[in-house]
C-alpha cells in the first residue's frame, strides 16, 4: 500500500511541468536548510550596546565591549568597559579609570576624560588625581595633545581656579597649560599641596572645558572593517588568541564573503 502511494505521488509531482518542479526542489532545499542550519549565537550576542544613558548613546562594539552586557568574545582582552551611573563608558587604562566620551572607530581612536574632571562646577571640591602616564599595553596618547597641570591647595589664584581642593576645602585647585610659564610660576609660590600632570586636545572653551572635554588616545588592534562590510561581527577567540568575525550562519577568520564549501550544509552550534 504504502508502494502504491509512493508511487503515486511521483507519477503525480512528475506530470507538473519542468519550470514548476525546478520551483518545488528549490523550495524544500531552503526549507531544509532554514530548518537545520540556525543562527549563529555568537554573531546574535555580539550586537552593539549602549551603557543606556541619557546624555550618552554611543555604540559599544569591536575591540570594545561592555563587561555587564556582552560576551568577552565579542571584544578584545583590555578592552572591556563598564558603565557609569550617569551612562558614560568607563575605560581601564594601566589601572586607572577614565570617562569615554567618544569613540571613532574609523581611525581606531577615542576620546577620554578624567571622571573627576568630566562634570566640573565652581561649587565641587576636586580630590587629587593620578598622574597620567600616557600608554598601556593597547593605548598611546594621541599626536597634539596639551599638557595641563593641576595645582592643589591654591591661593590669590581665583582667576584659574576650577574648583575647591578636597585637600584643603579653603583652598583651591588651578589649572594651567604647560606652556603658561607665567602663571606656572606664580602657582608654585601660591599653592601648598599636590601638583598632578593631565593632558587636554585643545584650547577651546578654556582650560576647565578643555578638562571635560578630554584628550584623545589611539588604540591598537584588528581593523574590523572588512568583517563589518561584510555583514559579520567581529570578535575573539579566547583560546586560539586569535580574531573571529561573527557570521549570522558561522564563524570566520576574516569577512563573511567567502560562502561554505556546501552552499546547502551549516555548522551546529551549541
Known sequence: MKQRTLL??????????????????????????????????????????????????QNISFPFYIISKQNSYCGLPDFGLT???DGFPIVNLAGDLYTVQNIFYNNQSLRVSIPALSGLSTTECIAPVRNFTGHSKRFSVASKQKQVLLFYGCENMQEHSIGCSAENRTRSVVALYGDDVDNLKLALK???????VT?????????????????????????????SNSGGRCGFDEEDYAFRCHCRDRIDSESCYSEPVCWYCCKTYI
Open 8 to 57: 503515486s505521488t511521483l507519477s503525480s509531482f512528475y506530470s507538473f511541468p519542468l519550470i514548476i518542479r525546478s520551483y518545488i526542489i528549490i523550495f524544500f532545499l531552503l526549507l531544509t536548510r532554514s530548518t537545520v542550519c540556525s543562527v549563529n549565537p555568537k554573531f546574535q550576542a555580539c550586537e552593539p550596546k549602549t551603557c543606556g544613558g541619557d546624555t550618552n548613546h
Open 83 to 85: 558603565c557609569s551611573h
Open 190 to 196: 601660591n599653592c601648598r599641596g599636590t601638583v598632578r
Open 199 to 227: 593632558r587636554v586636545e585643545d584650547e577651546k572653551g578654556g582650560v576647565e572645558e578643555a578638562l571635560r572635554r578630554g584628550f584623545l588616545m589611539n588604540w591598537t588592534a584588528k581593523n574590523c572593517s572588512e568583517c
